[in-house]
């Protein structure tokens, strides 16, 4: 997404609605909890945290603490989108699926909230502002206007498919951010991403986590190496020893620093 682009939307929105006038306060962002497999074998994370400033603009700011400060305006939804990772083991932001949430509805006094389900949230959020530059067709869907609340309840709800709701990173939210865009808002569109199996040699000892904060632990099968889902994109899982990097019929050891 070209977020120099996106930034413009938002300060000319900005500029329209007065907001030099607002006086904008500091929240600090709370980060989730790591599932235990990734805090056994990865240990204390790194966050590359992303929101929308007072401006209009995307800031990033990066912490190892347990919180971070930030100011942002609360006239419309926000997404607040955090990235774990571990500069020592060389696993950089982007590896891991990211932890997030939505202003104002994560917010709690001066404190947001983020959790993994937000990572999710806040990722189609920046899908949808992306589609908003160049609408696929009509009038852009605005994310900041979305209905955000029915969107949460589907996702904590009983009427997502099985896998999906076990994974919400199972399901391709790049290609239903754009459905949305293209047509509105469909429970139905909320199908698993297609995957296939993939046997990896691999020959460490496990276990393996995946990308997905969701995802269960993985263990080799005597004789037979690893076996991962991978999809049409590169698929990442880790060990306490290195990193495995897989598409569909290749994969990459890469071991971690010494």
Same mark, same amino acid.
């Given at each position: 997404?070209?977020?120099?682009?996106?930034?413009?939307?938002?300060?000319?929105?900005?500029?329209?609605?007065?907001?030099?006038?607002?006086?904008?306060?500091?929240?600090?962002?709370?980060?989730?909890?790591?599932?235990?497999?990734?805090?056994?074998?990865?240990?204390?994370?790194?966050?590359?945290?992303?929101?929308?400033?007072?401006?209009?603009?995307?800031?990033?700011?990066?912490?190892?603490?347990?919180?971070?400060?930030?100011?942002?305006? @609360?006239?419309? #939804?926000?997404?607040?989108?955090?990235?774990?990772?571990?500069?020592?083991?060389?696993?950089?932001? $982007?590896?891991?699926?990211?932890?997030?949430? *939505?202003?104002?509805? $994560?917010?709690?006094?001066?404190?947001? +909230?983020?959790?993994?389900?937000?990572?999710?949230?806040?990722?189609?959020?920046?899908?949808?502002?992306?589609?908003?530059?160049?609408?696929?067709?009509? #009038?852009?869907?605005?994310?900041?206007?979305?209905?955000?609340?029915?969107?949460?309840?589907?996702?904590?709800?009983? $009427?997502?498919?099985?896998?999906?709701?076990?994974?919400?990173?199972?399901?391709?939210?790049?290609?239903?951010?754009?459905?949305?865009?293209?047509?509105?808002?469909?429970?139905?569109?909320?199908?698993?991403?297609?995957?296939?199996? *993939?046997?990896?040699?691999?020959?460490?000892?496990?276990?393996?986590?995946?990308? @997905?904060?969701?995802?269960?632990?993985?263990?080799?099968?005597?004789?037979?190496?690893? +076996?991962? +889902?991978?999809?049409?994109?590169? $698929? #990442?899982?880790? @060990? @306490?020893?290195?990193?495995?990097?897989?598409?569909?019929?290749?994969?990459?050891?890469?071991?971690?620093?010494?």
């Amino acid at each position: 997404m070209n977020i120099h682009r996106f930034s413009l939307v938002m300060l000319a929105f900005l500029l329209s609605t007065c907001a030099s006038d607002v006086f904008v306060p500091v929240y600090h962002v709370s980060f989730p909890a790591l599932p235990p497999a990734w805090q056994a074998i990865l240990g204390h994370p790194h966050w590359r945290v992303t929101w929308i400033g007072p401006e209009g603009n995307w800031e990033t700011a990066e912490t190892e603490q347990s919180l971070l400060p930030i100011r942002l305006l @609360s006239e419309w #939804t926000t997404p607040v989108i955090a990235y774990p990772y571990w500069p020592q083991k060389g696993v950089l932001p $982007d590896t891991l699926r990211p932890g997030g949430g *939505l202003f104002p509805f $994560d917010r709690e006094g001066d404190r947001i +909230q983020l959790s993994w389900r937000g990572g999710v949230e806040a990722l189609v959020y920046l899908e949808l502002a992306a589609h908003a530059e160049s609408p696929p067709k009509g #009038t852009p869907r605005l994310p900041q206007y979305f209905n955000w609340p029915r969107f949460r309840a589907l996702l904590e709800g009983p $009427d997502l498919r099985e896998e999906v709701r076990q994974d919400l990173w199972s399901a391709d939210w790049k290609g239903i951010s754009l459905k949305i865009a293209q047509g509105g808002f469909d429970r139905r569109r909320i199908v698993p991403q297609s995957k296939e199996a *993939l046997q990896v040699p691999v020959g460490c000892r496990g276990p393996w986590i995946g990308s @997905s904060p969701f995802g269960e632990p993985l263990y080799e099968e005597a004789g037979k190496g690893l +076996q991962v +889902q991978v999809s049409g994109t590169v $698929d #990442t899982y880790l @060990s @306490s020893e290195g990193m495995l990097r897989c598409t569909q019929g290749a994969w990459m050891w890469i071991p971690f620093p010494e």
